[in-house]
């Protein structure tokens, strides 16, 4: 069932409304395909491309079931869907990406062994359950150091920085959402991202390497090309690719990379879907990493990975989304994508925009202004 090739006029299913399904979904309709959408709210960014909308919480065995019935193919943009659902998707519908991958990234701690098993470098960390072995991991890692929940933690919630011993009983209050990690702060010179997309078939496709500068831990922007030697960006791609292969990938994985002070690329994170960080490839490369994304599962030849130009995606978050408004000259050399969310809240994803130029210095610091100044505003 798995090797199956799902052709054009067939229904995609997707888990999650957000951001990530709305391109899914528009790409997946480009290529002639119908999208049905599973979220807990109606009219979600997904819900309003799509062919089908269920409305129904993501544990909703009903809803899934619902899902599986009308879809040729499952996906998901949706991370943390539970042991349940997954089962009953892996029953009832054809879900070609298959659910080990997506119950290993659900666990920093399984993930980190994942990550490990495949032979590539994380930062140093200890599993921690208690004070007691915090205290402990300190006294081995030293600080700072970056103590996460295992679980259910994105965009630095639910992370606790320690820079000194007289913060570890604050930090502690993690424990209280479960098992945590503690991580050895990294010192990297520049935060790096790969994304590689693997089809039912086998074939293997990575894009160029973004350099990734976050603000209060989000995502603010991605640079393309990476602004650091060849050598370390083929180093990246070979990374990715090893870990599609050693983790049976099927669709597409975002690799999150730390470039550390010393050269060596060590793997922060790993997204078994497309990511914020390649949303340039919709405009910068050949074929955008949603269309890579249905090729993949769909079992199509996948596309080419090519840079068109090379430029720059600055997200929109929160208030930001006025930004394209006030600024309407930003859009002279910006595509501007907005997600259609209803309700703007501090720090949400609203919108991007990326650019297709050539970053010159002054250029940058203009840009980057723009966005500090209303940062400033509203206390981001
Ligand atoms: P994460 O949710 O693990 O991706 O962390 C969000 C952001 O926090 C990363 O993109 C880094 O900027 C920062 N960060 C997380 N872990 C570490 C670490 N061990 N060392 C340095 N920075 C980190």
């Known amino acids: 069932m798995a090797k199956q090739t799902i052709f054009p ?5 997707i888990i999650g409304g957000g951001q990530l399904g709305r391109y899914m979904a528009v790409s997946a309709k480009q290529m002639g395909y119908r999208a049905a959408v599973l979220d807990p709210v109606t009219q979600s960014p997904c819900g309003q491309v799509a062919d089908t909308e269920i409305t129904a919480a993501y544990s909703d065995l009903d809803g899934i079931r619902q899902l599986a019935e009308i879809s040729d193919v499952v996906t998901y943009e949706f991370e943390n869907i539970d042991y349940d659902a997954l089962n009953q998707l892996k029953e009832e519908a054809n879900l ?6 997506l119950l290993l ?13 495949a032979g590539c470098e994380v930062a140093p960390y200890r599993i921690i359950h208690d004070e007691k072995e915090l205290e402990d991991a300190v006294d081995v890692l030293g600080l700072p150091a970056v103590l996460k929940t295992c679980r259910g933690g994105y965009d630095g919630k639910g992370q606790y920085v320690i820079k000194e011993k007289g913060q570890l009983q604050e930090a502690a209050a993690l424990l209280t959402h479960g098992t945590c990690i503690l991580e050895s702060w990294v010192p990297f010179q520049m935060e790096l991202s790969v994304i590689v997309t693997r089809s039912i078939h086998g074939e293997i496709a990575v894009f160029p390497v973004a350099e990734n500068i976050h603000k209060h831990n989000i995502l603010f922007q ?13 180093k990246a791609k ?3 690719t090893t870990l599609a292969e050693k983790l049976g990938l099927v669709g597409t994985l975002a690799v999150e990379l730390f470039l550390t002070n010393d050269g060596e690329l060590l793997v922060n994170e790993l997204a078994p879907r497309p990511h914020n960080s390649g949303h ?3 405009d910068l490369c050949e074929t955008s990493q949603f269309e890579q994304h249905v090729r993949a599962i769909c079992g199509l030849p996948l596309g080419g990975t090519a840079l068109l130009s090379e430029g720059m995606m600055v997200n929109l978050l929160g208030d930001e989304v006025d930004i394209p408004l006030e600024h309407p000259e930003l859009l002279k050399e910006a595509k501007l994508y907005l997600y259609g969310k209803h309700e703007v809240k501090e720090g949400r994803k609203m919108g991007h925009m990326t650019f297709m130029k050539q970053l010159d210095d002054e250029w940058m610091t203009n840009i980057t202004k723009i966005w500090t100044e209303r940062d400033g505003g509203n206390g981001k």
């Open 222 to 234: 991605s640079i393309v090309p990476a602004r650091v030697d060849e050598s370390i960006q083929e």
């Open 9 to 13: 006029n067939a229904t995609i299913g």
């Open 105 to 117: 990234t659900q666990n920093r701690e399984t993930e980190k062994k994942g990550i490990v098993d």
């Open 238 to 240: 070979v990374l990715a």
């Open 280 to 282: 340039y490839t919709l």
């Open 96 to 101: 070609p990406q298959g659910s080990e991958l």
